[in-house]
Nanobody, 120 residues
Framework: QVQLVESGGGLVQAWGPLRLFCAAS????????MGWFRHAQGKEREFVAT????????IYADSVKGRFIIFRDSDKIAVYLQMNSLKPEDTAVYYC?????????????WGQGTLVTVSS
């Protein structure tokens, strides 16, 4: 079984930085990519960013483009989300996900979420 563990959430003032981290543990798998979604209270879940393991291509939501950076760990299946110039509207629970393949087939796994609160 594969698990994702996130860390790095917390309270930060507007325009400040915060870095989230997500690492996979458990069963070995070949990763296709990892990314982040977020869910703010009263809103629908929103895509934030993703990175492909092969080639390192990244995609960002328009709302975070130019402020957030997603990058991967070179030694393990893990990903960071560097968040800069945070705004109160970035307040949400951030969820990490990973997709890949195990010997038995396709895998998609989600983390438990980490809360980011941006104060104005």
């Amino acid at each position: 079984q594969v698990q994702l563990v996130e860390s790095g959430g917390g309270l930060v003032q507007a325009w400040g930085p915060l870095r989230l981290f997500c690492a996979a543990s458990g069963r070995t798998f070949s990763s296709y990519g990892m990314g982040w979604f977020r869910h703010a209270q009263g809103k629908e879940r929103e895509f934030v960013a993703t990175i492909r393991w092969s080639g390192g291509d990244t995609i960002y939501a328009d709302s975070v483009k130019g402020r957030f950076i997603i990058f991967r760990d070179s030694d393990k299946i893990a990903v960071y989300l560097q968040m800069n110039s945070l705004k109160p509207e970035d307040t949400a629970v951030y969820y990490c996900y990973a997709e890949g393949r195990t010997p038995t087939g396709y895998l998609e796994v989600w983390g438990q979420g980490t809360l980011v609160t941006v104060s104005s």
